[in-house]
């Protein structure tokens, strides 16, 4: 089975502008959460869509916001870019199966680089 | 609030020898809690949660809900355990994971 992609690996953007990630899941699997990655802050969770619904949603500003297609393909959106947007942002998969089967399958991230 | 500490930044120890990797958590209710690793040039994996009661690459970790914590251990360390470690929770079931700050654990030949 092909592992979760995500697209663009890199991107380069300037404060103010918008960016638009994309998250392909494992075949299969219906839920895909978004991750953001800073040193300073960590891991830290944005959101999760399961069956083209936010299921839940982490203390991010309403700048951050996503969307699920009806194929589980996720994307995530970041509007009026700020340098602390900086970031790898990684999505993770998960099959979303019987109690307890809720590992986490993670991409390769985008680095997001705001100047 | 829901948190996870990982007191450990930095952890290098010798071939051979053990380690301990500390995770303590806050959390109100039962939660989920597991071990990610991340090799280098490599994604974030699952190495282990506490339902499943397993053993990967010789490691393992109990659960404590006295001491509210999750150490990870490995009796005799490898070269090949080289890597940064992460600790999370989550609520029973859900996909939301709180992350701890990982702890870059260097095995030294």
């Known amino acids: 089975k092909a592992g979760v992609t995500q697209t663009p690996r890199y991107l380069i953007k300037t404060r103010g502008q918008q960016v638009t990630l994309s998250c392909s899941p494992i075949s299969g699997h219906r839920s895909v959460s978004w991750y953001q990655q800073t040193p300073g802050q960590g891991l830290q969770f944005l959101f999760e869509y399961f069956s083209e619904t936010q299921r839940n949603k982490g203390n991010f500003p309403g700048r951050f916001s996503g969307r699920q297609f009806s194929n589980s393909r996720s994307e995530m959106n970041v509007s009026t870019l700020e340098l602390g947007d900086s970031a790898l942002y990684l999505c993770?998969?998960?099959?979303?199966?019987?109690?307890?089967?809720?590992?986490?399958?993670f991409g390769p991230g985008t680095r997001l680089t705001v100047l | 609030a829901q948190r996870v500490t990982q007191p450990e930044k930095l952890l290098s120890v010798f071939k051979g020898a053990p380690v301990e990797l500390k995770c303590n958590y806050s959390y109100s209710g039962s939660p989920e809690l597991f071990w990610y690793v991340q090799y280098s040039r490599q994604r974030l994996q699952l190495l282990l949660r506490h339902i499943s009661r397993e053993s990967i690459k010789g490691f393992t970790a109990d659960l404590n809900k006295g001491e509210t914590s999750f150490h990870l251990k490995k009796p005799f360390a490898q070269e090949e355990d080289s890597a940064m470690y992460y600790c999370?929770?989550?609520?029973?079931?859900?996909?939301?994971?709180?992350f701890g700050q990982g702890t870059r654990l260097t095995i030294n030949p």
């Open positions: 999370a929770l989550s609520g029973m079931g859900a996909q939301k994971l709180v």
């Open positions: 993770a998969s998960s099959l979303v199966g019987t109690s307890g089967n809720n590992e986490q399958f």
